[in-house]
């Protein structure tokens, strides 16, 4: 266990420094997938340097976001000057309100308990709402190619807590801490040949492109969870 000290200080390191952020085209796939957002109350728990706030109030959300660094608030004020935002960890939100949407975009993992962050997004989304969860595979390919070629995970990742597990116990969470999922989506990173006016590494897009389009859904790098209320569910 880290103190929420230690975890806000290592956390505001990365944001002063490399900051943690995917292509904005994974934000907005994010937004397709849960639906319309005008004048829908759109949450981003650990919301990091504000993307997602960003496109959703583009199209007429009504944005909030909350993060334990401050490093990422600037970030995200910045990126989302509309955003109403909150310095807070995901485990005890002080919002009482409903919202329609409610995101948490590859950071349940590296809770010191992410039981309690799932029953906050499952408190905190009105009856009809829907949430995006993303959580990291155990066993993606990515993993197993790393064994095989060099007889270790190469995914130790460096955040201060990290967690994976398979896409079954993934499902079997989520539904032990008041959430039901609906559909689930594999994520991996998008083949880019050309960014900011300049050509990546060729060998790099080979391979993610391998990994978007053939790696079958259950060795995918993350998934991404579309989720509704546990209680609603049980009601119909």
């Known amino acids: ?33 849960l639906g319309g957002m005008s004048n829908k109350k759109f949450l981003d ?3 990091g340097e504000g993307i997602v706030l960003r496109e959703a109030g583009r199209l007429g959300a009504k944005t909030f976001g909350l993060d334990i660094s401050q490093q990422a608030l600037k970030k995200t004020k910045i990126n989302s000057p509309a955003s109403f935002l909150v310095l807070s960890d995901g ?11 409610v995101t948490c975009l ?23 709402g ?18 095989l070629f060099k007889g270790k995970s190469g995914n130790e990742g460096f955040q201060i807590i990290e967690r994976d597990a398979s896409f079954g116990q993934w499902k079997e969470f989520l539904e032990a801490n008041g959430l039901k999922a609906l559909k689930a ?8 040949l050309w960014k900011d006016g ?5 060998a790099k897009f080979l391979r993610n492109l391998w990994f978007y389009y053939l ?6 790098r993350e998934f991404a969870f579309l989720c509704e209320k546990k209680e609603k569910a049980l009601k119909k």
């Open 185 to 192: 989506y594999k994520v991996n990173e998008r083949p880019v």
């Open 45 to 47: 728990i650990s919301c």
């Open 106 to 128: 590859g950071s349940l993992e590296h809770y010191n308990y992410p039981e309690a962050g799932c029953r906050e997004i499952a408190r905190l989304l009105e009856d009809s």
């Open 1 to 33: 266990m880290q103190s929420k000290s230690e975890v806000s200080k290592d956390y505001d390191r990365i944001f002063s420094t490399h900051g943690l952020r995917a292509d904005d085209s994974y934000y907005k796939w994010i937004i397709r997938i």
């Open 91 to 101: 485990e005890n939100i002080c919002f009482n309100a409903k919202f329609d949407y």
């Open 130 to 147: 829907r949430s995006i969860i993303v959580l990291p595979n155990k066993f993606s390919m990515h993993v197993i190619l790393d064994v």
């Open 198 to 202: 300049k050509i990546r590494s060729i």
């Open 215 to 220: 790696v079958p859904f259950y060795f995918a």
